[in-house]
């Protein structure tokens, strides 16, 4: 450690200084095994027990300096990873191994960790995306968490300077971090946060205009059948309804596409049927006719499927499922990865006054923390017997989510009416066996 900066700074200032830089990196095993060092020092040793020692407010400081206490620490922690020993070798290894740190201490110049790239941005893992996502970062008064900017208007600086946002229905700061996170986690140029999902799937639809054609996949969310088949085509849109899952799934958009399709709208995994559709392939087709391919990513999340990677130009979820996880908001997303599909939304949003209120937002940006171990457990649970919510959950289909569809169609396309759909949650999964051994065999007794 340079006297110098001992002395410009003092050794508390460095100690706290060498702490900043191991939380900046991100060295956060490092930082914690220094200041436990640190704890045992002032409980152990000679040293000031009320505190480092400031060696600037001495006057008279000798040379060479002892080793100071923030040094010892740095010897003896993890932070060096060092094991004492005796011989040059080891004290070779010594120096080598001091790589959580780069600069010089003790006149020993430290190495550059290997995977950090100043000149690169650092991608890190979807878990650290979600819970480490700085949805304030300038917040004035360094909010940990989000504000909820429960608002309907903001006031402007005059008559001819404005800010950022006017009024709520156009935008808000809390709904501005939800969509942040969610075009990040979706891999998309913006994302919207509407009331529903019925309200982002209404969006979409009113992308295509009359005389314009939509294909709808034949095995879809009761909502989404009658929102095409009662509203929008009343709208003067033509809506097709085509099975595109399986391997025929892309020959059968196919000779159902001409160059007055606009939009086509699927599902993977289908709901409630689990049909898996081939995304890039179907997109790749869709493309071909100069349509839009727009899914449903509700039943997967950014955890298991990123639909725009795969060729997909609009992605939606139902945000109310895993996005949010608690059963307490009602809201939809849409992520576009186009800059003028972008804009096209966002004025359809903005015109029906569909965005999503800011206390739901937050509640939104809440849920989205914990949405990789609730899908995970979820994911675990049903192996073992989530859509979503931490309840488990049992419905019949055919008179409840899909009932909107009439019984014709749903026989046409081999829709089970005494389908059961177990939608599994993050409970203790021997209680949700139990349950059901509970219920069949009452079923088997009354029978």
Known sequence: MSQALQQSLGESEVFELVCDYLRSRKFYKAEQALLHERRLAMENSSYDTDGLRDQASSAAIPAPLKPSLLESLLERSYVTNFVSGEGEEEEHEHKRNRSHLDGTVDDVTLAEPDHVDDDADEVYGLSTQLVSFEACKDDPYGSATMPIYQTSTFAQKSATEFGAYDYTRSGNPTRAALERQMAELEKGHRAFAFTSGMAALSTISRLAKAGEHIVLSDDSYGGTYRLLSK?????????????????????????????????????????????????????????????????????????????????????????????????????????????????????????????????????????????GLRVLTAQSNAMRVSFGSVNSLISLPGVMSHASIPEEVRKARSFPEDLIRLSIGIEDIQDLINDLQRAFQSFSTSA
């Open 231 to 371: 509203l929008t085509a009343k709208n003067g849109v033509h809506v097709k309804y085509v099975d595109l899952s399986g391997p025929a799934g892309p020959a059968n958009l196919r000779a159902a596409l001409n160059y007055e399709t606009k939009l086509v709208m699927m599902e993977s995994p289908t709901n409630p049927m689990q049909r898996i559709c081939d995304i890039a392939a179907l997109a790749a087709v869709s493309h071909e006719f100069g349509a839009l391919l727009s899914v449903d990513n509700t039943m997967m999340s950014p955890i298991l499927q990123n639909p725009l990677d795969l060729g997909a130009d609009i992605c939606m979820h139902s945000a109310t499922k895993f996005v949010c996880g608690h059963s307490d908001t009602m809201s939809g997303i849409v992520i576009a990865k186009d800059p003028e599909l972008c804009r096209d939304l966002y004025f359809v949003q903005n015109a029906e006054g569909t965005g999503l209120a800011p206390m739901d937002c937050w509640l939104l940006l809440r849920g989205v923390k914990t949405m």
